[in-house]
């Protein structure tokens, strides 16, 4: 059986996200959201009656707000829902903990707006939640000296926290991005405990959703 696939993208292969789904998954609650093309894509969905919105966002490489005052504008619109967003921001929220060379103001102005949709939707980083003082890094620069940045990463409700069983970075393929993986339990019966799994990979990125049934 074959699972749905939710894209924007354009013609020019410059950009382009996207959303695929296991069929385990797929049910007819699922509705998609267009909030700027190639940019910034959101999937509202059901798994065994968990309302999610799973938001798949590419952020730009220069420093305009404008794609986060959209998300902004969509997420004041769901907060009544649990929202989880993911994942090549090209933004790190702490360059303290996030960078290692480069310019650390770099990105200032995306960085100040998304911390503030961060403090008024009451998202959290689920990776720096996990691990408070660690510094790791999502994509590196081969330069002299390297730049390390971590700018992939998942934000995820406050009222999804206690469901996440694990949050970690792993090597891409074909990309200078390294992939995330996310887990958290849903709300199941414990004999038939159901994980969702979500890993994005950024070229440009994609979202892949699947759910493991564990006994």
Not at 184 to 189: A, E, G, K, S, V
Request: aromatic share 8%; net charge positive; charged share 20%.
């Amino acid at each position: 059986m074959v699972g749905q696939s939710f894209y924007s993208g354009t013609s020019s292969n410059a950009n382009g996200v996207a959303i695929l789904v296991n069929p385990n998954i797929t049910n007819n609650n699922v509705s998609f959201n267009e909030i700027c093309e190639s940019r910034l894509i959101a999937l509202e969905l059901s798994p065994n009656d968990t309302e999610l919105v799973i938001i798949n966002i590419y952020g730009p490489n220069n420093d305009d707000i404008k794609l986060f005052q959209k998300l902004d504008k969509y997420l004041l619109k769901n907060n009544d829902k649990n929202i989880l967003i993911g994942c090549d921001f090209n933004t790190v929220l702490n360059p303290l903990l996030d960078k290692r060379n480069g310019n650390s103001n770099y990105h200032s102005k995306i960085r100040k707006i998304l911390n503030d949709i961060i403090n008024s939707c009451e998202l959290n980083d689920v990776w720096r939640i996990l691990n408070p003082e660690k510094k790791l890094f999502s994509w590196f620069l081969n330069t002299k000296p390297r730049v390390c940045s971590r700018i992939d990463y998942y934000l995820a409700s406050s009222s999804l926290m206690n469901s996440i069983s694990y949050c970690s970075y792993y090597p891409g393929h074909r990309t200078d991005h390294s992939a995330v993986l996310i887990k958290f339990n849903l709300n199941t019966p414990k004999e038939a405990q159901d994980t969702l799994n979500i890993i994005t990979v950024s070229c440009k990125t994609i979202l892949f959703l699947k759910i493991l049934k564990t006994v």
